[in-house]
């Protein structure tokens, strides 16, 4: 019996979803996130060719713990049949939730043998991918997709529907083509009207970067859930603050330079903690931490220290230290204005 994926929405609620991200959406992340309240977590793509060669370091990007369910594993490739054996064999190894068929790389290496958003310019390749992966696995699946290959190809509404009628149980949109790489902007009207044709659901993606934009997304295009990857950037509190807005409740402010680096601290802890190759984990996290130091005083000065760093303790002692400054100079400043 096929699983389904109503669960993620019950009674008109819109859950939040942080998406697949290479290098960004990695375990030590996740967990972060879905403590800030993001409902559903994804995987990086991983290739399916990687999967069935046992590629060690495919194998890592599959690697999840329980605490960080509801996950997908997102798996990518042109070929049907390698796609359907890559989700029977990450089904029977690592059981994620579903598993989310990527339609939307745009990265030349990966269009180029016809990966990604280069299915796109052939829907029946995209529909024979689809019923392959559904065959092979009891998981639900799902589909990540762009609104086109280019803009004369640009048909959200056409692709999603060839994705549902081959058994996609979900459809992402990130509202823009594969020529559009990440410019412009997503068009939420492409959303709208997705979810208006289909029956499953549509959730939403492109721009949300404030609390606010998850409850304008949902106000103007309906959509049943909503994906954030870039506004989780060194602000993994922006789930807390798009379930305020959803709700209705004032939305929080973003947390002070003190609260940023516990957060960020915590961060680096789950890296050293659930990361099972400590150098990629550390290799991952300098994105994160120029991030998370962006426009803090000194921050130059920190981040060229920190990228420094070899090991997360470094990483950690840094940023006690740097802390330690912040606070004696609140203190001092205190002092002096009392
Ligand atoms: C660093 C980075 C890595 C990404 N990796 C993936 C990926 O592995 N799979 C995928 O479907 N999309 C990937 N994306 C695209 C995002 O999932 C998302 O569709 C896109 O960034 C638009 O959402 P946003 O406006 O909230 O950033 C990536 C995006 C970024 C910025």
Known sequence: MKGELSWMFPDGYTPLFLAPQAGVSESPFRRLCRKFGADVVST???????????????REHLIFHEDERPISIQIFGSNPQ???????????LFQPDFIDINFGCPVKKIVKRNGGSGCLRDLDVVEKIIRSVVRSTHLPVSTKIRSGFDEPSRDPVT?????????????????RTRTDMYSGQARWDEIASLTDALDVP??????????????????????AGIMIARGSHGSPWIFSQARAALDGQPIP???????????????????????????????????HLGWYTKGIPGGRNLRSQLFEALSFEQVEGLL????DTVLDLTDGLEAFSG
Do not use: W
């Open 44 to 58: 990086e793509f991983v290739s399916a060719d990687g999967i069935l060669q046992g590629n060690p370091q495919t």
């Open 82 to 92: 390698k796609m359907g054996e890559a989700s029977a064999l990450v089904t029977d």
């Open 159 to 175: 692709i999603g529907l060839r994705c549902q009628d081959s058994g996609s149980q979900m459809v992402i949109l990130h509202a």
């Open 202 to 223: 549509v959730v939403g993606n492109g721009d949300v970067y404030l609390g606010a934009d998850a409850r304008s997304m949902k106000e103007t295009t309906g959509c």
């Open 253 to 287: 402010d973003d947390p002070d330079v003190l609260h940023r680096f516990e957060i960020c601290l915590e961060h680096a802890r789950n890296g050293s903690r659930y990361e099972t190759n400590p150098n990629k984990a550390l290799r991952d996290f300098r994105k």
């Open 320 to 323: 006690n230290e740097y802390l």
